[in-house]
């Protein structure tokens, strides 16, 4: 959907929802020219002409529409109804446009698996957003059984989602649909609610679940909210939840479990959601939970592909019934969803998945045998090496700069239309380590950063500041509001001016350095003892041949196949480096003969397999 109508009722300050959804229904019904008779409830959101105000917005957002050529269909409108909700509300609720494509397949399976009349199927999605799921559930099962839209909407189909104005937009997609395919009734009734999921008691709210023992069917795309975004109530609510007791859980993570619970003996629950509780702190108690609650669940996983326009997530399919305790795997792309054999699936026993670290799920027995036998090699990473993140000032830009020149006392820092002679006495050296690619770059790439600490990493007092290092104190006193906004002002930091955390200020040590995130990783070793860096990772040693060693390794096709086959996917083919990922990769205890060979030899791909057992490894 065009960001111009996003513009157009931003310019035009039109931000009560129930404007909104008038502009959006009255162009809606003009545009396809729909003729509404008897739904009051349709009827009340039309614009009349004798409001002129509004019918002349009306004309201008219609002449938008057609200007832009938009093909304005009930998917077009879902997709509007999510686009218009407000940026600040996407935050807190984590409303996100699921493509078309992608309900329909999770719709159509959990469907076929329904073995009973569908007349009587109880259907629902417990985080509905604008109702796109429950259009795609309806529209199957009155081409299925021919019942009326009435009967559906009253008998079949159940909603909630916390926004009323989201309820309010699914009865109004509902309801066009019922009436652009002939039954225009007075009123519809339906089961939607507007209410918090992590407290609703479906029990207590609808007799027929109750007796049904559950529903038959729960599908949907449960809200993309991480922990710093929630809400006090929110993250309350979260601790009534099993699965959301491991580390900072998002608000997906909990959506599993109610709707297991919510769900029938015989039922299937399919959602689209994020992808990170495969591996994450914050999934390892989902993880467990569908081991102990003897979880059936069919993971589709999309990878480094953003299935969702709007959101830099990554994102799988699940289908979760309550029967076996196995995991069904398979990686593949969106578009070949149609020709993907469900039955054919890698499956994996859970007693052979590490809960605690993060499923290592790929496509094939082969790479399941490859990683077993490099994480069984050796001693794992985790026990050898000591990695550390980069600083975190949480505001670099303030701290750290490229000298435009310096003399036997200063640097001189450019800011904006300013110049500052910042001492160079509270200055360390610092480097960007995910854009170093060899050794030169150290150098060609080193800035400066004010490190307001002592020797012993202690922050320097205000009054020794303004004493020592007047002209550093003058600058950064500039930059006090830009500081106290961090961490959204709610934290009280020992000085204003110290960094935002502690991490990686006192390194010693000699350090290999690699990016966080990549295609292919480099890996690059400092001498310089005292750099510190941001951004990236660094493997910390007193041991300069120890970095040697793991460099060779991890520059390796061997190390390079195992950590693409367990890692985190992003776009365009980038993959995640952090420590989480490379923990359990097994290093090879060479003596002190294979050290030497391995620091020296023209080979060492050929060299590593060997060592490691690894048979035709592809290159």
Known sequence: MTSKIYSFLKQQNISTPELVDSLIVSAYVNFNQLRVKSNKFIISHLIEKKKKANYELLLSFLDIIQTEQIAFNLEALIELFEFVVSPSDKVVNGAVFTPENIREYIVDNSLSSYNGDLRDVRAADISCGCGGFLLTLAQKIIDETGRTFYDVYSENLYGIDIAEYSIERTKILLSLFAIMNGEDQNEFRFNLFTDNSLSFNWNEACAEIRANGGFDIIVGNPPYVCSRNMDKETIALLQNWEVAKSGHPDLYIPFFQIGLENLCETGILGFITVNTFIKSVNG????????VNNIELTLISFGGEQV???????????FLKHEGRRVHYVRTKSTELDSLDLTGLHTFDYDN??????WNLVNDLPMVNFINLIESTGRPFKDLYNTKNGIATLKNDVYKFKPINADENYYYLKD?????????????NIINANKLKSEIDIVRLREQIIFPYDEKTRVIPEKIMKEKYPKAYRYLKTKKTILSARDKGTREYETWYAYGRRQSMDIHAYKLFFPHICERPTFVICEDMDLLFYNGIGIVSDNLEELQVIKKILESNLFYEYIRNTTKDYASGYISMSRNYLKNFGVYQFNDKEKATLLTTNDVNKFLEKKYGVINLKR
């Open 308 to 318: 969702f326009q709007d959101r830099n997530t990554y994102t799988c399919i699940c």
């Open 353 to 358: 998945l590490d809960h605690h670290d993060g």
């Open 416 to 428: 904006e239309n300013d110049t500052y002679s910042i001492e160079i006495g509270i200055c360390k």
């Open 284 to 291: 390892r108690a989902i993880r467990q939970y569908l081991d």
